[in-house]
């Protein structure tokens, strides 16, 4: 069974610039979560996605963005890159039931704003 | 008052010896805890979960829960240089929601 996928791996851009990162969950998954990660800081949460909706935001500015396509993969858009937008972006899956297992984290996107 | 505390360490820790990681929470509904290794570059990998007061074993690996100290903890037996990472407390609800992680705390098992 393939993990939780994203892309690209790697990402540079210019202060100013719009960022697009890309998600896609474990099969069967419908919730997917965003995360950053600058360095040496915790995991801060973005954004939560189920069946397309969003259910809850972290506490970023608006510039921040995202979608949960029908086929359950998501990106996330940063509009008008800062500096301190460089980190670690990590996506999450994880079933929609109940019983919350815990999230599988994909490989994450790491973005450097020069 | 932080979501998650946990001790940044780093700890250091003789190989083959136990290490102990502590954690409190400060939301009193939450219902699922976990413990995330992460080694230096890479992503959190998912170790324990636990969601019932005391303890949950999975090999060398240890989870304690104390629901009324809002107190979880990971032990790791006979530990081994491939545990050196930062561990990372988190918890979230009993439904699908978003997790909440602690800062994380470094270990070192020292050979």
């Known amino acids: 069974e393939a993990g939780v996928t994203q892309s690209p791996t790697h990402l540079i851009k210019t202060r100013g610039q719009q960022a697009t990162l890309r998600c896609s969950p474990i099969s069967g998954h419908t919730s997917v979560y965003w995360y950053q990660q600058a360095l040496g800081l915790g995991l801060q949460f973005l954004l939560w996605?189920?069946?397309?909706?969003?259910?809850n935001r972290g506490n970023f500015p608006p510039r921040f963005s995202g979608r949960q396509f029908p086929n359950y993969s998501s990106e996330l858009n940063v509009n008008a890159l800062e500096l301190e937008d460089s980190a670690l972006y990590l996506c999450?899956?994880?079933?929609?039931?109940?019983?919350?297992?815990?999230?599988?984290f994909g490989s994450g996107t790491r973005l450097t704003v020069v | 008052q932080k979501e998650v505390e946990q001790n940044s360490g780093p700890l250091s820790v003789p190989e083959g010896a136990i290490a102990s990681l502590n954690c409190t929470y400060s939301d009193r509904g939450s219902q699922s805890f976990f413990w995330y290794r992460q080694y230096s570059g890479k992503s959190p990998e998912l170790i324990m979960s636990?969601?019932?007061?005391g303890d949950k074993e999975d090999g060398r690996f240890t989870a304690q829960l104390n629901k009324a100290s809002q107190y979880v903890s990971l032990l790791i037996r006979d530990s081994q240089p491939s545990d050196s990472a930062t561990y990372l407390c988190a918890w979230g609800y009993s439904s699908a929601s978003k997790i909440i992680f602690g800062s994380g705390t470094r270990l070192s098992i020292r050979p």
């Open positions: 996605y189920d069946e397309g909706e969003e259910r």
């Open positions: 636990i969601y019932s007061n």
């Open positions: 999450a899956s994880s079933p929609r039931v109940t019983s919350f297992g815990g999230y599988t």
